[in-house]
């Protein structure tokens, strides 16, 4: 008889430096590979589109290469921590491991899970992969969470080094008769009536394979004008390593030390910094996606917000070159420029005056890389409501942004060409009134802290 060990896959669809799967070949029983799509649990955000388009293909290479390698990968829908124990006992597993998320929702639901799983006597246990710090490892002298970047990436780096990346399983036992699984198909994630996805499969290869390529390739050939040029959008300098993160098709600790190794240091580790810090915050302030971190903002009077503004923006439509740029570039591919990122969402905020929380929302549904952490982390970061943010009274303007960083107009030719023809498109707010209605708008929070 085997007690085979289940590995549940959530945001680490590889298999490579993979903990969970570590010990679970490590127990020298079949494994069997599960992922649960969990729109049900409570707390847990539903997934946007964009996402749910890389999650389809991501979980397809995965099961692949699960295969592959002798094992299988078996996919349920529901309520997660009734679906992995079901699975456990239907299975007569002897293990469950997975790799440990920190999101609250997500974690009210592995510490049931883990209790009712040691409770009917089976091994089960959890892992650091998906970040380099774990939140609770990284404290002020006084032990409160950082609330400033610097001095919490410079606490990080003073601690141990992340640990070397595991290799991956050239084999991985499966079970003789693979229990049920749900066909991908029948979760329908990706877009049927109307398909918007073109531009997102001419941009994206999603799975393991394609995110060790896209490394290698970063590390060898484009990381050499990575500080010089990461904030020109049309430089394609930066490494397009997000989604990757997201979905965990690489992890952390992966990218930390080829990096290292190839040389490639500094600025770049201290953008992974960023990520790190975006976890650290959502750890401690797990509502960070739809309250202000910093209470004050609660007494901004966001007016009720114009539709036609909010669908000029979503659109690309507002007479603003590169915010329409942006905008279109994140509607094709599922991805922005990070600098256009904080240029869109400056206008949405300040320009529109319309709360950064619908901004959040719109931008969760289409990036790719929409993550629990750093998508409202920077949101709040732009509005100047989050931790260590751009005070709100310092205003992007959209034409000066455009002007220092795309002075060729090079990235507005490519997503926004009306932009650069004889007749483009009419602005539809006046800059510098909407800029002193923004100001205004500001005092109530200065009255308020
Ligand atoms: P690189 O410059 O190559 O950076 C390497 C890695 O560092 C990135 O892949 C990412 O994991 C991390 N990183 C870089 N900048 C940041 C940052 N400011 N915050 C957190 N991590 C960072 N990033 C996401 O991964 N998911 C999001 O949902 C997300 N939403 C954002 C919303 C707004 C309004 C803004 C201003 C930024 C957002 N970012 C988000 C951060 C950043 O824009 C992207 O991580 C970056 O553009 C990804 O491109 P890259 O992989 O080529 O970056």
Known sequence: MTSPSIVWFRD?????????????????????????????????????????????????????????????????????????????????????????RYGQPERDIDAALKTALRDDGLTAQSFAASV?????????????????????????????????????????????????????ESWELLPQHPDWAAGLREMWEPGEPAARRRLHEFLT???????????????????????????????????????????????FLSELGWREFAWHTLFHFPDLATKNLRRDFDAFPWPTP?????????????????????????????????????VTASFLIKNLLIDWRIGEEWFWDTLVDADGASNSFNWQWVAGSGADAAPYFRIFNPELQAKKFDPASRYIAEWAPDHVSDSPPPQIVDLGETRKAALQAYEAVKGAS
């Open 221 to 267: 050939e484009d990381s050499s004008s990575y500080e010089a040029a990461r904030n020109t959008p049309s430089a394609g300098a930066t490494s397009l390593l997000s989604p990757r993160l997201r979905w965990g098709e690489l992890s952390p600790h992966t990218i930390w030390h080829e990096s290292v190794q190839a040389g490639v240091g500094g600025m």
């Open 306 to 342: 114009d539709p036609e503004h909010l669908s000029a923006w979503q659109q690309g439509r507002t007479g603003f070159a590169i915010v329409d740029a942006g905008m279109r570039e994140l509607w094709q591919t599922g991805y922005m420029h990070n600098r256009v990122r904080m």
């Open 12 to 100: 680490d669809l590889r298999l490579a430096d993979h903990p969970a799967l570590r010990a679970a070949l490590d127990r020298d029983e079949p494994v069997i590979g599960l992922y649960v799509l969990d729109d049900e649990s409570p707390g847990i955000r539903p997934l946007g589109g964009a996402a749910r388009w890389w999650l389809h293909h991501s979980l397809t290479s995965l099961a692949e290469r699960l295969r592959e390698r002798g094992s299988t990968l078996v996919l349920r829908r529901g309520p997660a921590e009734k679906v992995v124990a079901e699975l456990a006992r239907d299975a007569g597993a002897g293990a469950v491991f997975w790799n440990r």
């Open 132 to 184: 380099l710090f774990e939140p609770w490892t990284v404290a002020t002298g006084s032990g409160t969470p950082y609330s400033v970047y610097t001095p919490f990436w410079r606490a990080c780096l003073a601690l141990p080094t992340p640990r070397e990346p595991l290799p991956e399983p050239l084999s991985i036992p499966g079970v003789s008769k693979a229990p049920p699984s749900d066909d991908l």
